[in-house]
């Protein structure tokens, strides 16, 4: 899996520079994806932030340079990042319990080793899937700032779902006018900790029109042109949605051609009559992988 070894030569380099100044830039022109990409990625296949990540290998590194008597508490806080001894010994006490002081004269140590991805295989899953252009179009619904929930139903999701009044959804069907002819869901603007399922996200349930209105009483969020993967998923509900978009990050991503960009993830449903037997559609905003 290219990606994943272009990962993973991308932490090569951070791990270079953890007593340095690490260029974003150059971190995202190894892994051949974008910034914005690279930090998904990173997060969902880690289940941290790579922020936090770069903290917990830096603080690592700095307790081994105590423990080996390389330097004043000062001089290793300077070394890794900290502008003063007493941030550093704020952070490394948070981190390990003990005070930068103590390490040397201590018989517990605490690390935190270097990070590598590798592919492990697992139960398939089949994946139907397509690329598709499309035209810019509009999000428009209800929007509401909701907790990130990985399993099971988003009870602020059912709230708002059941605040919208039924003249809201005969206007809502009224702005319909592109293929997609039901009810969407829309996620955007996650909070970074969105793969250890923390933090919240917007949430927005409503339709996909081109018209031009002034929408009035409604949130509108303005999709430009671009290309999309497009899921199609069939089988329990919500169970089989939610496995696919676990997939869709942890298998999909890192092993095609394409990168998540910024946009909303968008998806809608079928008949719901029968809950054991839902089609089910998922599209996320992506470009081709740098070549």
Known sequence: MDMLKDMNEALRYIEEHLDGEIDFGKVSAIAGVSEFHFRKMFSYLSGMGLSSYIRSRRLSQAAMDLQQ???????????????????????????????????????????????????????????????????????????????????????????????????QREQLQKWRNTDVGTVVNASFNFDDGRYEEEGQLDHMVGSITTLEDNFEGFDVVEVPAGSWAIFSIEGPFPQKLQDTWGKIFSDWLPSSNYELIAGPEISFNGDLSDLQNVYSEIWIPVKKRQQ
């Open 69 to 167: 008597e390389q330097g004043r508490v000062l001089d290793v806080a300077v070394k890794y990042g900290y502008d003063s001894a007493d941030g550093f010994s704020r952070a490394f006490r948070e981190w390990s319990g003990i005070n930068p002081s103590e390490v040397k004269h201590s018989d517990h140590f605490k690390s935190f080793p270097r990070l590598t991805f590798q592919l492990t295989i697992q139960g398939g899953i089949e994946m139907e899937y397509r690329i598709a252009k499309k035209e810019a179009f509009k999000l428009v619904g209800i929007k509401k700032r909701v907790p990130i929930v990985f399993e099971g139903q988003n009870e602020e999701i059912i709230k708002m779902v059941q605040s919208i009044t039924a003249d």
